[in-house]
Structures are given as C-alpha cells and as structure tokens.
C-alpha cells in the first residue's frame, strides 16, 4: 500500500507540487495572521476573544481557499496531463498508476495547501488561547503570537533555502525581513 | 508440462516511473523472475523499452498486467523461450 502511495507521488511528481504548495500558502498564512496581529496590536485595547475569533476565521477561510483552489487547478492539470499522454501512449491509461495518480493526487495537494497556512495559523494562536485559558501564563500574548510568526517566518525561509540548495540563514533572514517590513507598513499605517 | 523461461518484450511506457522504477516494481509483482530493462528509443512523452524476463515459468499473464498498471503498454513479443519437460510416465516407458 505505502509502496504503490510512493509510486502515485513519483509517477506524478506531486512531491515538487505539494512541496511548493505547502510553502506559497504557508507563507501567505504567516502573513496573513502577522497582519491581522499587528492590526490588533496598533489598534490597542482589543478583547483576546475578538483577536481570537477574527484569527481563526481568517485561518478556516485560508484553509478553505487553498483546499478548494488547488484542488481545482491541480485536478483540471492532472486531467490534461493525463489526456495528453494517452494520446501519446495511445492506450486508455484510466486503470493505471497514471490514471490512480491524477485523480488521488490532487486530493493530497490540495490537503497540503489549505492545512499548511491552518497548522500554522494555529501555531501563531497559541499564545492567545494560553492566555485566554489561564490568564497570565503568557505576559504578553499579542506580541509573544508576533514573535512565534517572525520565527516561522524564518523557519520557512530556512526550508525555501534548504531546498535551493542556498546558505540557509541567509534564506531565514530575507523571509525575516518580508514579515519585517510587512509589519513596519502595517504599524506606520496604524499609528498615523 | 511447458514452460516458458524466457521473453523479450518490446514496451511502450511514459518517462515515469523511471527505468529502475519500473523494473523494480515488475520484479515485486512476479517473485523469482529476473527482469532485464534496456531504453531502445526515446520519444517526447514517452519511451520504447526492451523488456527480458527470465524465470524457471514465467507468468505472462501476471506479468503484462504489471506492465499495464504502470502505463505500459506492450508492442510485441520479441523472442520467447519455452521449454517441456518430458512426463515421468515416459521417462519409466523408456
């Protein structure tokens, strides 16, 4: 079973996919919840409970959207792609591997990208549903969540430079500096 | 009894799974066959290998299905081997 899973993914070469998949919409995720922190935070005064509420809505909706889009895309890719190769192998390949490929595959693709940017919405939240369950755990809840999305922010810089074979702290620091920067813009435009 | 000890086929495949690939999973699905892969033509999409299958019987029918689960798709029969052995019963009548 696990033997033919690993043929699917070679034969389809979803790894490259899912592996792209699960860093563009990780990364949008971790921007995502950054901004509406920071959004929270400028504004000063926010109930834990609405910060909770709007983060967690964001992250469903992140989920939902990547889930579906890439499964549309993926599907309608593997569909053509497979047309495309009975045409040269002029066989019927509905019962292959080939066949089994593009209609699984596109399910776990798509897997990827909506729980991607969901486990890591969920990562920057922990700090706030510390706080909310025992109050004063967390001194600072809003900034620590800030501080543990700047580290995955790094953390996936790291990986993107891992797998361009780059120097990988130079990889962390320049998705470091993104999150920066787009955290800079939103707290400039919040305190003016 | 007849049996067959060895085939050539001539295989049309895609370029995925790769030759090893292939073979590998051809060797998993018939036990105690020797698979031998060689690439004869390789086309945009897709290949054209020669496919040696050597065992004691060869299981043709377990063997073409592996072929097709993985897209390939089988030309020709090249050469085949196949040998009978002689009953018992005409061994004591000798």
Not at chain 2, 43 to 56: F, G
Request: aromatic fraction near 10%; hydrophobic fraction near 50%; charge should be negative.
């Amino acid at each position: 079973m696990l033997k033919r899973f690993q043929l699917l993914f070679n034969i389809s070469q979803s790894s490259h996919i899912a592996r792209r998949y699960f860093v563009v919409n990780g990364f949008d995720g971790v921007l995502t919840m950054l901004g509406l922190l920071m959004g929270f935070y400028v504004s000063n005064e926010v109930e834990l409970s609405i910060v909770i509420a709007a983060c967690l809505g964001a992250a469903i909706a992140l989920s939902v959207s990547g889930i579906s889009s890439a499964y549309i895309s993926e599907s309608a890719e593997k569909k053509q792609e497979l047309k495309e190769l009975e045409e040269a192998m002029i066989v019927d390949l509905q019962d292959s591997a080939h066949g089994q490929a593009a209609r699984f595959m596109p399910f776990l693709i798509a897997l990827v990208n909506g729980m991607a940017p969901f486990i890591f919405a969920l990562l920057i939240m922990t700090p706030l549903w510390l706080t909310q369950w025992q109050p004063g755990w967390v001194p600072y809840p809003l900034e620590t969540s800030v501080a543990v999305a700047f580290t995955l922010v790094f953390l996936l810089g790291v990986f993107i430079g891992k797998i361009s074979d780059s120097f990988w702290l130079w990889a962390g620091f320049r998705a470091l500096f993104i999150a920066l920067i787009t955290s800079l813009l939103i707290y400039l435009i919040g305190i003016i | 009894m007849v049996k067959v000890q060895r085939i050539v086929l001539d295989v049309l495949k895609p370029h995925s799974p790769n030759g090893l690939e292939f073979s590998t999973q051809l060797a998993e699905s018939c036990p105690g066959c020797c698979f031998k892969l060689k690439v004869a033509e390789v086309d945009e999409k897709t290949e054209t290998v020669i496919i040696i299958v050597e065992s004691d019987d060869i299981p043709y029918d377990q063997v073409a299905e592996a072929i097709a689960s993985m897209g390939g798709s089988i030309h020709s029969i090249d050469e085949v081997e196949v040998t009978s052995a002689k009953d018992s019963s005409q061994l004591t009548d000798a």
